[in-house]
């Protein structure tokens, strides 16, 4: 496969992809607020930030739980995000609107559970834009070589990344096999995802659960194996967040994650 070419620069040499920002548009002036604090934090370190956000969470728990504002209104949220200066990322869930997320944000996201969906894959590629394709809870790292090669089939496809979060354990659990990391690599750039790694699917019945202490010893045990990027989902009180509110990290401790793990993956590459 042919590399295509990366105009947002997401994979420049020598800078760690971060896709950081709230699990879900939760409002205008939450979402900015973490937008802004975000852009802070990557200005001073060699990263290239790119701003996450879902305008629509249709994979939750109960039928119940907070999806969104509503795609326009969330959308539109996010344009106000890119007219800080920062690229922006969501989660697409259905092919019909990839066209009216693609005219709105940089990238595209595909979830986990979706990975395989052929036509979503499909509907993502044909907008050139960069794609990022999360492992499935049940899929083995070889098995996203197939994720690859349906959007590469597509003319004119832009990037693609994959991303690892866990690995279905039983019941409700999670865990992570590092091996996926090198082996995953082989097909495309890799990003690991610390939040949704320690997640227990609807581990607290009607809502998902997860150990967010524990997001910094994955992280850094993913530096040092070797990552492109890192996804972290993070709320400026993620206790009061509408969505995954047990895994998002507290914005104030990002800083002194982000740069533990560009320490450490200066050491492995290293440097």
């Keep these: 496969m042919t590399t295509p070419p990366d105009p947002l620069g997401l994979l420049s040499p020598g800078r760690l992809l971060l896709v950081a920002g709230p699990c879900v548009v939760e409002g205008r002036d939450v979402t900015l607020r973490i937008a802004k604090r975000l852009k802070e934090i ?7 930030l790119l701003f996450k956000a879902s ?20 959308l539109a949220i996010l344009a106000d995000v890119r007219k800080l200066g920062l690229p922006v990322n969501t989660d697409v869930h259905e092919s019909a609107q990839v066209p009216r997320a693609a005219a709105v944000v940089d990238t595209l996201q595909v979830p986990a559970f979706l990975c395989r969906q052929t036509d979503l894959l499909l509907a993502c590629a044909r907008t050139g834009k ?25 003319k ?11 690995t279905t354990f039983g ?56 990552i492109d990027g890192l996804f972290l989902e993070t709320h400026e009180d993620p206790p009061k967040a509408l969505s995954d509110a047990a895994t998002q990290l507290p914005l104030d401790e990002l800083p002194a994650l982000i740069d533990e793990v560009l ?4 050491v492995a590459q290293g440097k």
């Design 263 to 266: 320490r450490i993956r200066a």
């Design 171 to 226: 019941y409700r659990n999670l865990v992570v096999d590092f091996r996926s990391l090198p082996i995953m690599r082989q097909y495309a750039p890799v990003i690991f995802d610390g939040t949704h790694s320690v997640q227990r699917p609807a581990g607290e019945g009607a809502v998902s659960g997860g150990d967010r202490a524990m997001i910094p010893f994955l992280v850094r045990a993913a530096a040092a194996v070797g």
């Design 156 to 166: 004119g496809h832009g990037p693609v990344l994959l991303c690892e979060r866990g």
């Design 55 to 74: 305008y629509d969470k249709a994979n939750r728990t109960s039928g119940e739980s907070f999806r969104g504002p509503g795609m326009e209104e969330a």
């Design 42 to 48: 990557a200005a001073k370190r060699p990263v290239t």
């Design 130 to 154: 960069p794609v990022i394709v999360k492992k499935g809870q049940f899929a083995a790292p070889e098995d996203m070589r197939h994720a690859v090669a349906k959007i590469a089939s597509v």
